[in-house]
Every structure is written in C-alpha cells, then in structure tokens.
C-alpha cells in the first residue's frame, strides 16, 4: 500500500510532478518552434525579395505557410 505524505499517495506526487514537467518542456518547445520559425522565413524572404523593398502580402503568407511545413516535416522525420 502507497504512503501518504501530507494526504498525498507517491502516485498522486507523481502524477502533479509529470504534468508540472509537460507544461514547462511545452512552453520550452514552443519558444524554441517560435524561435525556428522566425529564422526560418528570415532566410525564405531574404531569399525571395532580395533587391526588393518590402515583401508583399502574398510573399509573407508563403513564406509562413512554407516554414510551417518545413518544420512540420522536420519534427516529424527528426521523431
């Protein structure tokens, strides 16, 4: 039979411990996407308006929406 300590069974210190460890590698992970996303379409729109004044629209939602799926297909080939 699990101790208690403070009311608390080890499986319930377990269980509040592994959800503080999921939220704090989730906020982790979503600075470091955040993070590669902006470097990423960067480099894509370098690339695309070099010599030009300013990306249009069009470019900036291509160039999100390709970043998106790089790092998508990075993440999943990466696992």
Not at 20 to 28: D, R, V
Not at 45 to 51: H, I, N, R, T
Not at 55 to 61: D, L, T
């Amino acid at each position: 039979m699990p101790q208690l300590v403070d009311g608390d069974c080890f499986l319930d210190r377990v269980r509040e411990g592994s959800v503080a460890y999921a939220q704090e590698i989730g906020e982790i992970l979503l600075e470091n996407v955040y993070r590669a996303m902006k470097i990423l379409a960067q480099g894509f729109l370098a690339e695309a308006v070099s010599g030009a004044a300013a990306p249009s629209q069009e470019a900036v939602a291509r160039v999100q929406e390709n970043s998106m799926l790089l790092l998508y297909r990075l993440l999943f080939i990466l696992k």
